[in-house]
């Protein structure tokens, strides 16, 4: 079985503060993990993807997260918020070939002016 | 390149009534989902086909949703009865299934469904 837990519904930052939205994963198998961003109204979208290749991987618009094994987590930073980066943020595993998805519960980021 | 399409965006209906949503995919995508999205909570995957044939059904409340994927393309997911705790956006999303798409989903922006 597979699950991630998001371990915070809400997080509020300050525009041109750090971002750090925390995820924690559990599954039987070698993960795949990704970061969805969903804007209000608007569809999800693939921020970034891990899959077992380099451990801190890159996304769009300036995200990074880090794979820790040790740690069973898979952290999405960004050095400097923006207002256009309000929006809902979904943790994601799958295993077995990769096409089985499990969401996490969301964490809404607001960015304060 | 045209993105997955979902119609209708918005849907009000009264309890017992029935609901039909449709999705069409991005062309070429083998692999099509039907999500479940209730206010607060994330996408709870309601049924994943491959092309024509059903991988994951298994959270699919079959005593009243149905879905299928007809010629392996676009998607019609049907609610009969409906009850007021299926008021929730549902999702399609798709994807290539395979190499480096695997775990990439291209979402359409949903259908809203609310039951009074």
């Known amino acids: 079985a597979q699950s991630v837990t998001q371990l915070d519904s809400h997080v509020s930052v300050s525009e041109g503060t750090p971002v750090l939205l925390r995820c924690n994963y559990s599954?039987?198998?070698?993960?795949?993990l990704f970061w969805y961003v969903q804007h209000p109204n608007k569809g999800l979208q693939l921020l970034l993807k891990y899959t077992s290749a380099a451990t801190l991987v890159k996304g769009i618009n300036g995200f990074e997260a880090e794979f820790k094994k040790s740690e069973t987590s898979f952290h999405l930073t960004k050095p400097s918020a923006h207002m256009s980066d309000a929006a809902e943020y979904f943790c994601?595993?799958?295993?077995?070939?990769?096409?089985?998805?499990?969401f996490g519960g969301g964490t809404r980021l607001m960015v304060k002016p | 390149e045209a993105g997955v399409a979902q119609s209708p965006r918005y849907k009000i209906i009264e309890k017992r009534q029935s609901v039909a949503f449709w999705c069409n995919p991005i062309s070429g995508h083998a692999t099509l989902y039907w999500y479940q999205q209730i206010l607060g909570q994330g996408p709870k995957l309601l049924i994943q086909f491959q092309n024509n044939g059903v991988v994951d059904d298994s959270q699919l409340p079959k005593d009243r949703f149905s879905a299928e994927r007809l010629k392996g393309v676009d998607s019609t997911l049907k609610i009969q009865p409906a009850k007021l705790e299926d008021s929730a956006v549902y999702l399609c999303?798709?994807?290539?299934?395979?190499?480096?798409?695997?775990?990439?989903?291209?979402f359409g922006e949903g259908s809203r469904l609310t039951v009074l």
């Open positions: 599954s039987s198998y070698s993960p795949s």
């Open positions: 994601v595993v799958s295993v077995l070939a990769g096409n089985m998805l499990t």
């Open positions: 999303a798709s994807s290539l299934g395979r190499g480096t798409g695997i775990g990439e989903l291209f």
